[in-house]
């Protein structure tokens, strides 16, 4: 059993935090690498920067609000977008605070060494070491330790811009805008990593006093705050130094503070630097170790990064690996150009967070309360997104693809670990799966109401009498339900050096008997039948064409399973299927007359309506009762079998006959299931959706069908009758 954390942080602590984790490598490292893209026009970047943040500033206070607990970024992607992106944000931002952690030790020593003659590395390794043990002892000496270094951090930025702002050279800013929108937005990329900071407080949510009122002050107060400090900062930095030293500085602030303040102010600025850089580590270490910490109580992680010491009242086992791993980074890794590819997968986590909230609100979920709610809703979420998106292709390939391989490892983790783990889906899916289940249930009883049911039964030279009469039963029974009529063609096909005219004029042996049993037919069924023949020198053009020139709504042909030829080259069935203008209906040769249910079986997508359509028309006029069967696998989450239920229940109150319904488990093979397709006593099944694949050159519905002895149907709906491609993806991704 895991214990809870101690809620000890006040708004101080939070805005401390926050700012802590702002000011470091934001303003003492990248405004070297901004200038040399966009010149002075750097000032107009941060600022830029900072209202970028906004929306997922204000998403995350909202969600934080709801859900204070600890994880942060990673508890609200995965509550709202589903575990997959979940433990893609929770691996991906642990790792990108770990190296900007990282990184802030190292860029931090440059300053030191200006004061003192220090070896870089053991020395970052020692601070590192040291922020790892009071990050081991609490979140409220970390707290407290933050507002210390925060204030003399402060103080001495304070400094600088009250002594640098009188000496700025309003000259300096001359061409600002010389690089266009590309390079200011290449420089807003690369400085927006300043502001990641913003919202690493929330990961420690769970450990806040009065989250409703101290997140959203201490995210949006300390956002304000730090925006405001770095465009001075910067804008002191470029009105009183020339840019090509400032360009060419590892430590920018110090070029600066030695022509604003002179020497003392030298050394007050790499105070303040090696300040800051110290308490971005330090808020890197206890923010980021919070991220195993929560994915393992959610089973996405190992359990004992769950562990809470009850001596100290932290995660020791997830501070530890955090720490070591920044240990590893500092001894053995270029960590600034890992940092770079962090900070592209920031900018890809403040999107996710801007969807999650979306996700949240249009879910409408009873347990989502929160006491903050993000003005300008979803305005503000909107251009979160597409910001973002802009933002990330100006960081160029190498970062997106450091980006794509995070993500791929994480979902890699996913899949090995996790998954069999867990039993649940996020908010978004679950909003997904169910308005897609609506709109299925829409087009069903679209389907269900239709005025009329003319049918088509397509027959060949020489269809016997029984099997003439077994297409025209179903056809009528089809029919009649909706008050339609059934046409009865029998398409002859003569070669081509045969005039049609003449074979029109000659009638055979074969169709003479084609008459005659089709017209004692007519007189068993109480339905308006047609019927005649039609000669062509291509049979699968003239039925395709007659089915147009008729307008019928469904057309009903004997089942022709082809061999090796069809398989590969495809059969005259497959040609009418895809080119039909209405529904194709593919009876299988078997013999059904006493029938207590009719079977309809789908899995991995909704029921098609023209298969429950059809199956409801048929059992009304057997005195049956409609079966709905939703084949899923055994690892198939409880919310995904709770939305299937609920779209069940809805199906049944559509039909005309009585209707049962069963969510049966496989292993998710075609052997599986076959299993489910023999139980049935008549089949109803798709030759589309579901499963989209082909097996061998064979449809999966045809070899459901030739598996078992039970009378089937083949039903192939048209593109009217079905959604979109995208529709489809979608159906199949959420199902």
Not at 614 to 642: G, P, Q
Request: aromatic share 6%; hydrophobic share 50%; net charge negative.
């Amino acid at each position: 059993m895991t214990k809870d954390l101690e809620r000890d942080l006040g708004l101080p602590s939070v805005m401390a935090i926050s700012i802590g984790a702002m000011i470091g490598s934001g303003i003492f490292i990248l405004p070297a690498l901004a200038i040399k893209i966009a010149g002075p026009g750097v000032v107009v970047a941060y600022l830029l920067a900072g209202l970028l943040v906004v929306p997922a500033a204000l998403s995350k206070s909202e969600m934080a609000t709801a859900m204070p607990e600890a994880g942060g970024t990673y508890i609200f992607i995965e509550r709202g977008m589903g575990p997959i992106l979940g433990t893609v944000a929770g691996v991906g931002t642990w790792f990108s605070l770990a190296f900007k952690g990282a990184l802030a030790l190292v860029g931090g020593v440059p300053y030191l060494v200006l004061l003192f003659d220090l070896p870089v590395k053991p020395v970052a390794l020692t601070l590192a070491v040291v922020l790892i043990a009071v990050n081991v002892f609490g979140a409220k000496q970390t707290g407290q330790l933050q507002v210390a270094i925060v204030v003399v951090m402060l103080a001495a930025l304070a400094w600088f811009v009250g002594g640098g702002a009188p000496g700025i050279d309003p000259g300096q800013f001359d061409g600002s805008f010389d690089d266009g929108i590309g390079g200011l937005l290449a420089a807003t990329g690369l400085v927006f990593v300043s502001y990641a900071g913003v919202t690493k407080v929330a990961s420690v949510a769970e450990e806040i006093e009065d989250p409703g009122r101290n997140i959203p002050l201490g995210i949006l107060g300390s956002l304000t705050f730090t925006t405001v400090l770095y465009v001075l900062i910067v804008a002191v930095m470029v009105g009183i130094s020339p840019l090509e030293s400032l360009a060419d500085s590892e430590t920018p602030m110090a070029i600066a503070a030695e022509g604003a303040l002179a020497q003392p102010g030298v050394i007050a600025v790499v105070l303040a630097a090696i300040l800051a850089l110290v308490s971005t580590a330090n808020a890197g270490i206890l923010s980021s170790s919070r991220y195993p910490f929560a994915m393992s109580r959610d089973n996405l992680a190992p359990p004992r990064f769950a562990t809470v010491s009850d001596r100290f009242g932290t995660p020791i086992t997830a501070i530890t690996l955090t720490g070591g791993v920044m240990l590893v980074l500092i001894a053995f890794v270029p960590i600034l150009e890992i940092a770079k590819l962090a900070s592209a997968f920031q900018i890809l986590v403040f999107i996710l967070i801007n969807v999650a909230l979306i996700a949240f609100r249009h879910a409408d979920v009873e347990e989502y309360e929160p006491s903050f709610e993000s003005p300008l809703y979803p305005a503000m979420q909107l251009f979160g997104i597409a910001s973002g998106f802009v933002l990330l292709t100006q960081m160029g390939t190498v970062a997106l693809a450091g980006a794509a391989v995070i993500t791929a490892g994480s979902i890699g983790w996913y899949w090995v670990y996790a998954r069999p783990r867990i039993d649940r889906a996020g908010i978004a899916v679950d909003t997904v799966r169910r308005t897609t289940g609506r709109s299925a249930v829409d087009r069903t009883e679209d389907a269900l109401e239709s005025n009329t049911a003319n049918v088509l039964v397509a027959l060949t030279e020489g269809t016997g009498e029984a099997r003439e009469r077994q297409l025209i039963r179903i056809a009528a029974d089809v029919a009649r339900e909706r008050g339609g009529g059934v046409t009865v063609i029998q398409f002859d096909e003569v070669p081509d050096q045969v005039s049609l005219g003449y074979a029109s004029e000659t009638q055979s042996p074969a169709d003479l008997e084609f008459e005659e049993q089709t017209g004692e037919l007519c007189e068993e069924f109480d339905v308006p039948i047609t019927y005649g023949e039609i000669v062509s020198h291509d049979t699968k053009h003239a039925i395709v064409n007659f089915a147009a020139h008729e307008g019928v709504d469904a057309l009903l042909m004997e089942r022709q399973p082809g061999g090796l030829r069809h398989q590969f080259i495809g059969s005259p069935i497959e040609w009418v299927l895809h080119r039909a203008p209405c529904d194709v209906v593919l009876v299988e040769d078997r013999d059904f007359d006493a029938v207590g249910e009719v079977t309809v079986l789908t899995d991995r997508s909704p029921f098609d309506p023209s298969k429950v359509r059809i199956a409801d028309a048929l059992a009304t006029e057997l005195d049956a009762t409609v079966r709905l069967v939703y084949a899923i696998e055994s690892s198939a989450s409880t919310d995904l079998r709770r939305t299937i239920e609920d779209y069940q229940d809805e199906l049944v109150d559509l039909c005309s006959a009585p209707v049962t319904t069963e969510i049966v488990e496989t292993d998710g093979s075609v052997e599986g299931l076959i299993t489910v397709a023999q139980t049935a006593e008549f089949l109803v099944i798709g030759r589309d959706g579901g499963r989209l694949q082909t097996v061998l050159g064979n449809d999966l519905a045809d070899r459901l069908i030739d598996a078992t002895e039970s009378p089937a149907l083949g039903v192939h709906a048209h593109d009217t009758h079905r959604p979109g491609l995208l529709g489809r993806i979608v159906e199949r991704f959420v199902f």
